[in-house]
């Protein structure tokens, strides 16, 4: 698979790590992601879609929800949100179902996507060089 071709795609990434506050600890589960870049030759930067159960730790600057309704052709189960904060690099064969193509089928939602990432990684920068 082409990697580059995976850019503005949503893919069902395996194993993906996340913190069960039930159990305590880290556990990994299949969760669909938005592939944003590659990061090398089998590499693949992404932003994680999730549900988001507790309304409260919903980020209004930076998680990008998308309705199902809305968006049919992305065969979305849940109202769910883009975490634009939650950056990840992931190994392409970590991916075993393509979902949907964000970029070409919404345009313009994927360019809300990638607007808000790029103004979170200027926050981030800025706070880091002790510029924000």
């Not at 990061?39 to 507790?54: F, G, K, Q």
């Not at 064969?93 to 990432?117: C, Q, R, S, W």
Request: charged share 25%; hydrophobic share 35%.
């Amino acid at each position: 698979m082409n990697s580059v071709n995976m850019i503005g795609k949503i893919y069902n990434a395996k194993n993906f790590p996340f913190f069960d506050k039930d159990k305590g600890k880290m556990s990994y589960g299949n969760r669909p992601v938005l592939v944003i870049g590659i990061a090398d030759t089998w590499d693949c930067n992404i932003l994680p879609l999730s549900r988001v159960n507790e309304k409260e730790n919903v980020n209004e600057d930076f998680d990008i929800k998308l309705n199902p309704a809305d968006f049919p052709k992305l065969k979305l189960k849940y109202e769910s949100y883009v975490r634009v904060h939650k950056q990840n690099v992931i190994h392409s064969g970590n991916f075993d179902l393509y979902v949907g193509d964000m970029a070409n089928d919404y345009p313009e939602k994927y360019h809300d996507i990638m607007t808000a990432l790029k103004d979170y990684n200027h926050k981030m920068i800025s706070a880091a060089m002790n510029l924000g």
